[in-house]
């Protein structure tokens, strides 16, 4: 179904094209050369790589330039030659401790899509005018209102109410019965910054919008400094999810525990998704991950 105009659909070429090609397949062939080779660090394997490579139907022009961007997101592969202390539990689907190359292919996978997605997802989001993840439902939506979630110190970029007191921070937005402000469910009242009992959020009441959308252009004011969930993209990567009821002591220390779950999640209110169901259906598959696509907001 297509949902963008034959302009929004070329200014969308870019993202597109790094659907086409993801860095994983090409991660994964380093991961095996490294495993096999005599090197101590992802380093010394990224300064060999001077050739094109050609990998699961993919070919990388210049490997080395692309991968030095993810060096960082592959780094825990060389905790198989360099002993580390452990910093997280990977378990598969059954609880069970995963191995460590399915541990650390899972921690690595999620790393690179979770940074590839961000930079696809920026260049999908921008052509298409539109500013669903920045307002609050529309009318006919079921949904009373829409949640950000914001980390420690993120509040302060909104210029909102804040409602900070005891009844806010012993309740959760979607609690069977709503926080009430002044007899009103909080809900119903204007826009506002809440300190929930997991923490701030902003919240969206029907047919209100960021104080930081931009009216006209639709841009965000503050882009270069938007919260964490508002990069967090519309595709995404579902490999590990954290289980924090799994969560362990070792040696004084609280290690966060994750499930492999390895799949790439795709939210169907977002034109683009609707646009390229193909595409990322491809690009989930050159990665080995399944794609499921879910709605969240209609
Ligand atoms: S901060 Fe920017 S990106 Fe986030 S909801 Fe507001 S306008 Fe949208
Ligand atoms: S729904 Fe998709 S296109 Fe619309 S603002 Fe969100 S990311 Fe951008």
């Not at 169907?268 to 879910?294: H, R, S, T």
């Amino acid at each position: 179904m297509a949902m963008l105009t034959e302009k929004q659909i070329s200014s969308c070429r870019p993202g597109l094209k790094q659907l086409q090609q993801p860095i994983l397949p090409l991660v994964r062939l380093v991961w095996m050369l490294y495993l096999s080779g005599p090197f101590q660090t992802l380093d010394e394997l990224l300064r060999e790589l001077n050739e094109p490579v050609e990998t699961g139907g993919v070919r990388y022009q210049d490997p080395c330039r692309l991968l030095s961007g993810f060096l960082e997101a592959m780094r825990p592969f060389e905790r198989l030659k360099n002993a580390q202390p452990p910093a997280r539990i990977i378990l598969e689907e059954n609880l069970a401790p995963a191995d460590q190359l399915a541990a650390l292919d899972s921690w690595v996978s999620q790393n690179v899509l979770t940074q590839e997605l961000e930079a696809i997802n920026s260049a999908l989001c921008g052509p298409c005018g539109c500013t669903l993840c920045c307002t609050g439902p529309t009318e006919n939506m079921s949904h009373e209102f829409f949640e950000i979630p914001l980390l420690e110190n993120e509040a302060d970029l909104f210029d909102l109410a804040r409602i900070d007191t005891k009844q806010s921070r012993s309740a959760a937005p979607d609690d069977e019965v709503p926080l009430k402000l002044n007899g009103k469910p909080f809900f119903a009242c204007p826009s506002q910054l809440y300190n929930w009992s997991k923490g701030w959020s902003m919240i969206l009441p029907k047919q209100s919008s960021c104080p930081n959308l931009e009216p006209t252009s639709g841009g965000c004011t503050i882009y270069p400094k938007r919260p964490d969930v508002c990069r967090r993209p519309q595709i995404f990567s579902y490999i590990l999810e954290p289980e924090p009821c799994m969560d362990a002591e070792y040696e004084g220390r609280i290690l966060p525990a994750f499930v492999i779950r390895r799949k790439i999640l795709a939210i169907w209110d977002c034109p683009y998704v609707k646009q390229f169901q193909e595409e990322i259906g491809n690009y989930a598959q050159l990665c080995e991950m399944e794609p499921i696509f879910k709605e969240n907001k209609s």
